[in-house]
């Protein structure tokens, strides 16, 4: 079977502390039928008619901490805020 493709426009643009995503709606979609989730290089979009959920892979870990979206004239924005560089750290390793 099939899934279906998507049928939204969206452009993602990333900077030194965010990354912003835009979304175009269909006209009869309203945005309070929708729900965004976000989880490291990912958010979702659930509760587009005809479709499933919409998912959109970030180029960076993003903080789960200050992510707001806004939508105005058929555009939501989703702001997320970008993670910290993670240094990296040592495994210790076990020998057998």
């Not at 998507?6 to 269909?26: A, C, D, N, R, W």
């Not at 989880?39 to 901490?65: C, S, V, Y």
């Not at 970008?82 to 750290?89: T, V």
């Amino acid at each position: 079977m099939n899934k279906p493709t998507s049928t939204i426009q969206k452009e993602l643009f990333e900077g030194h502390y965010h990354m912003i995503l835009k979304v175009l709606l269909p006209d009869h979609v309203h945005p309070g039928q929708l729900q965004i989730h976000h989880a490291f290089h990912l958010i979702r979009i659930d509760g587009l008619p005809n479709q499933g959920p919409e998912i959109i892979q970030l180029p960076t870990i993003g903080k789960r901490e200050g992510v707001m979206a806004v939508c105005k004239n058929n555009v939501l924005e989703v702001n997320i805020p970008k993670e910290e560089a993670i240094p990296f750290q040592e495994v210790n390793i076990v020998y057998e």
